[in-house]
């Protein structure tokens, strides 16, 4: 193990026997437990395309003045993803929920890796990169075909297609927020992974498990919002960490 993770944390009493004696744990995850699949995060350092900010083109604004570029940008990402495969980090995940008696897992991603991994609680907040969905009719489907000579997907009504997924300035899906927020305050322990903690609603969701009395760990090599009041922040990656709790709760 790298000297980043703290081993100090992982041997914690309180922190054992929360992870041994919970039953119902809810998860948030963000595009840092991606990060070891080779799926660049938002704000990291290989977070441009092209020199956009995601800011500037997750939004529908953006996607109505150029979707020809905003669909390029998803193109490229749905390239890495489909690449890409789940890490330790995300099979650790699968393999606690089979073990405790509740077991959400919140993702902030788009990418799918959770579902490859096997987890089956699954609330996905902000959609799916393999999803498409009709301007029009509403539609949602995947693989939808572009027309020749047109590089946006139809759909059968013939409507446009745009990536099913939540851009800046957008609702989240009424369903998927509401079962966010009763895992989040129902839970005993809160474990908050590879989320830069800045994008609303979900960064409110490890102060509302906290609040109502949840133990929380943060895993992140970086300190967020959430290290101010977390029960404890592991540093170090996703990937090496959430095996090493893993361990913990089968010892
Ligand atoms: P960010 O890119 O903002 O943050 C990624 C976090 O992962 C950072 O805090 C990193 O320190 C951490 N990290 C990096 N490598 C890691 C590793 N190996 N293990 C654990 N953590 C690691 O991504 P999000 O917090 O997911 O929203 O961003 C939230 C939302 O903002 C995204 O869902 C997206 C974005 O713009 C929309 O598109 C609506």
Known sequence: MPDSVSRQGLEDSRLVRAIRES????????????AESGIPTFRGAEGLWKKFRPEELANFDAFMANPELVWAWYRF???????????????????????????????????????????????????NLERDRCLDCGRTCTGARAEEGDPIPVCSCGGRMRPDVVWFGEYLPEDALIQADRAAA????????????VVHPAASLPRLAKRRGAMLIEINPEPTPVSAYADFTLYGPAGQLLPELLR???A
């Open 77 to 127: 990402r749905r390239d890495i993803v489909r690449k890409a495969e789940p890490n330790p980090g995300h099979r650790a995940l699968a393999a606690w929920e089979t073990r405790v008696g509740e077991f959400t897992l919140i993702t902030q991603n788009v990418d799918g890796l959770h579902a490859r991994a096997g987890s089956k609680h699954l609330v996905e907040l902000h959609g």
């Open 23 to 34: 039953g119902r744990v809810g998860v948030l995850t963000g595009a840092g437990i991606s």
């Open 186 to 197: 129902g839970c005993d322990l809160f474990l908050a992974v590879g989320t830069s903690a």
């Open 248 to 250: 913990i709760l089968d």
